[in-house]
């Protein structure tokens, strides 16, 4: 468990980072109540209502228990602890295998990667649909 509290606006701003979305696109899924300005406020705000945290998520098409639970300071550690001096060390006790941390980071850089491979077909057809929009002109 950790030691700090998870900052969720903190979260939302990675999360809309890593999927390419701009504060004024976010505001835009949103709704007519939001804007920019409101965006970069709600990223400051440590917590946030359950049912907002639910609709950024929507928005962002992500869980929300991703944005509930990412722990920055924890993937850092585990990163840490692989590669350090004694990762491989760290594998072992008393003679019993223990599964490596290596193995969670494939498993999230793959997750990562399906991440990435729908954001950039949700990327083409919004740019498809765009392209539609600009013909019809």
């Known amino acids: 468990m950790p030691t700090h509290k998870i900052h969720e606006g903190r979260n939302i701003k990675r999360f809309r980072e890593m999927l390419g979305i701009k504060q004024d696109a976010l505001a835009a899924d949103l709704g007519d109540d939001w804007n ?3 965006i970069s406020l709600l990223e400051q705000k440590e917590t946030i209502d359950p049912s907002l945290l639910q609709q950024v998520a929507a928005a962002l098409k992500i869980p929300a228990a991703a ?3 990412f722990d ?7 990163i840490a602890n692989t590669f350090g001096e004694n990762a ?3 594998s072992f006790n008393y003679g019993t295998m223990h599964v490596h941390p290596i193995d969670k980071i494939i498993q999230l850089h793959e997750e990562k990667i399906a991440l990435y491979e729908r954001m950039m077909k949700e990327k ?3 740019m498809a649909r765009l392209e539609k929009l600009i013909q019809a002109k």
């Open 36 to 38: 920019q300005q409101k």
């Open 67 to 69: 944005i509930e639970n």
């Open 72 to 78: 920055e300071e924890q993937a850092v550690n585990i």
């Open 88 to 90: 491989f060390s760290n």
């Open 124 to 126: 083409d057809e919004m």
